[in-house]
């Protein structure tokens, strides 16, 4: 059975950090692309950052560039979202999604991707 599962969600106050995981059974992530999506509620599910099959590429939303990054660790088959600095703005529910097909820069169509993890919350708030 393939399964997505992302942990590290909480609550941070402004300006602190979180790593958000993505482990994936039953398949091995190395060979696909690896999206993290938000959505809050009343809003409409967006792309955070993208790793391609292999990690040569990566992808970040303009929201998100420059005090997030994405990693992969392959040994424990997991895709890591690094979130630094967040704001009140990034609280939502983040999502995990896998796709065989590389997307380029249309990375953030949520549409496409095949697996998907159950969501982890991430609530900043003082």
């Known amino acids: 059975q393939l399964q997505l599962v992302e942990s590290g969600g909480g609550l941070v106050q402004p300006g602190g950090s979180l790593r958000l995981s993505c482990t994936a059974s039953g398949f091995t992530l190395d060979a696909y692309t690896i999206g993290w999506f938000r959505q809050a509620p009343g809003e409409e599910r967006e792309g955070v950052s993208c790793i391609s099959g292999g990690g040569s590429k990566d992808y970040y939303a303009e929201s998100v560039k420059g005090r997030s990054t994405i990693s992969r660790d392959n040994a424990k088959n997991t895709v890591y979202l690094q979130l630094n600095s967040l704001k009140p703005e990034d609280t939502a529910i983040y999502y995990c999604?896998?796709?065989?097909?590389?997307?380029?820069?249309?990375?953030?169509?949520?549409?496409?991707?095949?697996?998907w993890g159950q969501g982890t919350q991430v609530t900043v708030s003082s």
């Open positions: 999604a896998a796709s065989r097909t590389n997307y380029g820069s249309r990375w953030f169509r949520y549409e496409w991707y095949t697996y």
